[in-house]
Every structure is written in C-alpha cells, then in structure tokens.
C-alpha cells in the first residue's frame, strides 16, 4: 500500500534491488478528523502522490475513500479492513499479485492489519523496515540521495515551523532531540510527521513544490501541495 511518504518509497527502492516486481501501487486519500487522540493521521494531496509515482516511472489507481472521525473508529474497525481487503483483492484479480510489501516500521496496528488481510486473501506480507532504527532510517534516506519534506505534524512541540522542512541533517537532529525530551518517533511511527518525497533514486525525475498551503491549528497541521511538477534532474 502507498502514501507518499519515505518509508513506503524507500521500501520500493530496496524491494526492487532484490528482484521483486511491483504489479500495483493503490493509494488511498482519507479524510479523517484531526482529534488529540492515539494516533492523528492526514495523508497528502493526492496530487502529489500522483506526481511522486510518475515520478518513478509507475501508474497509479487511487481509490478514493471518505474516512471517518476518530471517536468512530473502533467501532467501524471491521468496515475500515473490509475496504482494505476489498483493494487488495481488487489488484488480485487485475494483477496477479503474490504478496504485500509494507513500510511499517514499528507500528503493529498498520502490520498487523495488512498481515490479517493477506493472511485471508493467501498472500504473503513483507515488512522490510520492520524493527530498524529510525534514525538510521533517516540516516538511510539522507545519504542515499532522497529529498524528503515534512508535509504534516501531529504532535507538539512540532509546530507550524515543520511544515515544508526538508530531511536533511539538521532536521535529523532535531528530530533525534526531540525523541530524547518529548518522545516523537523520528519517523513518524507514532503518526507524529507525515512527509512527502520530492526525490529518489529510482524516480525518473524530481518533484518540483510550485506552490503550496500551511494549514496548522490546535498543535496539529498540514501543507497542502497546490501544484507541482515532475521536472528533469
């Protein structure tokens, strides 16, 4: 499954150094009430998802879902992995797909969940990242040429300043001391950062952000990508 984010894009980069061919990159768009709750969740514009596969020489189907409030949400927990099965199954019969690669890190509600619908549909789930440092994950991403912006925060002390920061050195830092006095998992993992990746080494060409939107309000925010572009390098 695909966001935009860098843990599911750097995961396409390992997976096809190891000879796996990717037959079906869905992405959902959910709209979900931005509530202080356990875990605050907002993807990025579908536009810049878009833009970031073909970026990377793929084709994208988005399916497009509603999403719910969060104080609904264990309560319609059945409904939401039926929608998840029902995707899946979907790229089943169109593309003939064996398994499931994740970018879950260490979080157990995302793997478990991807792991039960494969478990029901006979396919194999794969979770490459599982378990690594996170930092070394930023570490990864920093030297191995990917451009990574913060494009949502959920959590204090992060603040409007985040939105639209690149991963470099410095924000890994930053994000290493934050970890140490607030407890925000430096890749997000707690559903603290969203990001979106502008470059990477399998991408055809790099994502130029024209233009774009802060949305922050109560400790929580996103930037909305307006318009973007795929460019040469």
């Known amino acids: 499954m695909r966001d935009a984010g860098a843990k599911e894009v750097i995961v396409l980069?390992?997976?096809?150094?190891?000879?796996?061919?990717f037959a079906a990159l869905p992405a959902s768009k959910d709209y979900m009430e931005i509530e202080r709750a356990l875990e605050e969740?907002?993807?990025?514009?579908?536009?810049?998802?878009?833009?970031?596969?073909k970026g990377a020489g793929f084709k994208v189907k988005v399916r497009v879902e509603k999403g719910i409030p969060f104080r609904e949400i264990l309560r319609v927990e059945e409904e939401e992995i039926a929608d998840l099965r029902a995707a899946i199954a979907?790229?089943?019969?169109?593309?003939?797909?064996?398994?499931?690669?994740?970018g879950a890190v260490g979080s157990v509600y995302q793997a478990t969940r991807v792991q039960r619908v494969c478990s029901d549909l006979g396919l194999w789930c794969f979770n490459p990242l599982w378990q690594l440092d996170q930092l070394a994950l930023l570490d990864q991403l920093i030297e191995g040429g990917y451009r990574v912006m913060v494009t949502g925060v959920f959590a204090p002390p992060l603040d409007e300043t985040w939105l639209g920061r690149v991963i470099d050195r410095d924000t890994r830092d930053a994000l290493a001391a934050l970890w140490e006095s607030h407890g925000i998992h430096p890749a997000g993992?707690?559903?603290?950062i969203e990001?979106?990746?502008l470059d990477a080494p399998l991408f055809g060409g790099r994502i130029e952000v024209r233009s774009s939107t802060p949305d922050y309000r109560r400790d929580s925010g996103v930037l909305h990508i307006d318009e973007a572009e795929v460019v040469d390098r």
């Not at 980069?13 to 061919?21: E, P």
């Not at 969740?41 to 596969?53: F, K």
């Not at 979907?90 to 994740?102: K, P």
């Open 41 to 53: 969740i907002i993807t990025e514009e579908i536009g810049a998802i878009e833009d970031e596969l």
């Open 189 to 192: 993992e707690g559903g603290e």
């Open 195 to 197: 990001t979106t990746v």
């Open 90 to 102: 979907e790229a089943v019969v169109a593309h003939g797909i064996e398994g499931i690669v994740t």
């Open 13 to 21: 980069h390992v997976n096809d150094t190891r000879g796996i061919d």
